[in-house]
């Protein structure tokens, strides 16, 4: 059963920490997304791959935001240093072939900055 | 530019009930449209995509989401709701011909009362 997985599920951190986010894509999925969610903004785009290059980083904050592809199957969002409006849930998504195809979700990291 | 508008941030139905939830898009080129379904603390899931073939397009639960080009609409429909039904509802559009990237909508929770 292919699924995306992401790790931490849950992350408590204070402000000014640094946080990582990992994510493992479906295996042949060629496409990845990284999505924040929270109450007031609803579903934002962050970043967008495709064959672990960045075509479209606009909705990150470049300042403090960063989305790697190391290789295939990790992609990362790195966040350094947080503040408490990072607090949302991030999700990524994988998809083969673009995003006019079904996307998959994983379960997001729940991630709370104090 | 593609943007969606799902009309209701809530919709309240008993169960049994017929479910519409709507979903406006605009896009200057054939669309890709999808809806996702997100249930508590989970990742959102596939229910459905348009990808310009049938018009009325047949999901899982018991969903279908009729393509209104004239109307510029994509609305989704279940005859009887369930209780399990209860859950964050996302309309998607996506452009073909360009980057494919996804746009979503701010989604509209369903609850179902017994």
């Known amino acids: 059963d292919a699924r995306v997985t992401q790790t931490p599920r849950h992350k408590v951190t204070e402000m000014g920490q640094e946080v990582t986010m990992r994510c493992q894509p479906i295996?042949?999925?060629?496409?990845v997304f990284w999505y924040r969610q929270t109450m007031m903004q609803g579903l934002e785009l962050l970043a967008y791959?495709?064959?672990?290059?960045?075509?479209?980083d606009s909705g990150m904050p470049k300042d403090r935001f960063s989305a790697e592809m190391p290789d295939a199957t990790l992609a990362t969002l790195k966040i350094q240093p947080s503040e408490p409006r990072d607090s949302a849930v991030y999700f990524c998504?994988?998809?083969?072939?673009?995003?006019?195809?079904?996307?998959?979700f994983g379960p997001g990291t729940r991630l709370t900055v104090l | 530019a593609q943007s969606v508008t799902q009309l209701g941030s809530h919709v309240s139905v008993s169960e049994g009930a017929l479910v519409l939830l709507r979903c406006n898009y605009s896009?200057?080129?054939?669309?890709?449209l999808f809806w996702y379904v997100q249930y508590p603390n989970q990742g959102l899931q596939l229910l459905l995509k348009?990808?310009?073939?049938?018009?009325l397009v047949k999901g899982i639960n018991g969903f279908e989401a009729e393509f209104k080009k004239s109307e510029t609409s994509f609305h989704l429909t279940k005859p009887s709701a369930h209780m399990s039904d209860a859950a964050e509802y996302f309309c998607?559009?996506?452009?073909?011909?360009?980057?494919?990237?996804?746009?979503f909508g701010r989604g509209t929770s369903l609850i179902v009362h017994p």
């Open positions: 998504a994988s998809a083969a072939n673009g995003g006019y195809n079904e996307q998959f």
């Open positions: 295996l042949g999925h060629n496409t």
């Open positions: 791959f495709r064959n672990r290059a960045p075509l479209d």
């Open positions: 896009s200057s080129v054939p669309p890709y």
């Open positions: 348009y990808t310009s073939a049938a018009t």
């Open positions: 998607a559009v996506s452009e073909s011909g360009g980057s494919y990237i996804p746009t």
